[in-house]
């Protein structure tokens, strides 16, 4: 009997260790950068078959860049987007942009009509500017991560516009600059043009890894590719650079 009650004891223990222990990060390698075409480019995310990443930008414009930084145009409005993200159910894109601090959905397949379908009425009443909406991604089951310069805030909305949650990074974060689900490890990557930094989160703003993007000089998007074992990083200067960020997964 004793020694039964030992091993129970010894297995309980050995459960509890493994249900704390923390998950293991990725690393990150070298980089390579292309110059591309995309004015003052804001946001990124890949495509709905993983073979090149969409982007926005300021300027109000949509393009497909291809991995070796070849640019197409999509769509273009008179609007300051600064995040862009899909839905893979739908193809449908969501965009934010800022200054009216809501969130356009462009219509699959065609990409040609457009609608607002969230107002980030917090952004909106405190008059964010352009400290407002920055990044967006796609979380799961009609969800979507949207996040502000301003206080770092990280909203869940709802595609019919109803806001489910809202926390703030500030406690490592100066800002929100972009943002890319990882549904894999259900972890958010957030980048920070400020501190010039990636976070790993969860999902529910829960600081588990840092990693220094060196000498970038305004990253304001990311893009996660596992595929690749890559993390896509998108700067917004006079000669606009996409930064390609080898990661072991």
């Not at 379908?117 to 796609?138: K, P, T």
């Not at 490592?172 to 989160?201: K, M, R, T």
Request: net charge negative; glycine share 8%.
């Amino acid at each position: 009997m004793k020694r039964f009650l030992l091993f129970i004891l010894v297995y309980v223990s050995f459960l509890s260790s493994c249900g704390t222990q923390a998950p293991k990060m990725p690393v990150m390698g070298a980089r390579t950068v292309f110059e591309v075409d995309v004015e003052e480019l804001s946001g990124l995310c890949l495509t709905l078959d993983g073979t090149a990443l969409l982007s926005c930008g300021d300027q109000g414009v949509v393009k497909q860049i291809s991995f070796d930084g070849k640019v197409s145009e999509i769509w273009s409005h008179d609007a300051d987007m600064e995040g862009i993200t899909i839905d893979p159910d739908t193809g449908h894109m969501y965009l934010a942009v800022e200054g009216s601090q809501k969130v356009y959905r462009l219509d699959a397949p065609d990409y040609t009509k457009h609608s607002s379908v969230i107002y980030v009425q917090e952004a909106i009443d405190e008059n964010y500017s352009n400290g407002g909406l920055e990044g967006i991604s796609y979380y799961k089951d009609d969800l979507l991560f949207v996040g502000s310069q301003q206080e770092a805030n990280l909203w869940v909305y709802r595609f019919d516009g109803t806001m489910v949650s809202k926390v703030s990074l500030s406690d490592f974060a100066d800002e929100i600059a972009g943002l890319c689900y990882d549904p894999v490890a259900d972890w958010l990557w957030v980048v920070d043009s400020n501190f010039i930094n990636i976070y790993i989160c969860t999902v529910d703003g829960e600081l588990l890894a840092t990693y220094d993007l060196g000498d970038i000089e305004n990253a304001e998007s990311i893009c996660v590719d596992r595929e690749n074992s890559c993390v896509w990083i998108g700067s917004d200067e006079d000669l606009p650079k996409l930064y390609r960020y080898s990661f072991t997964f």
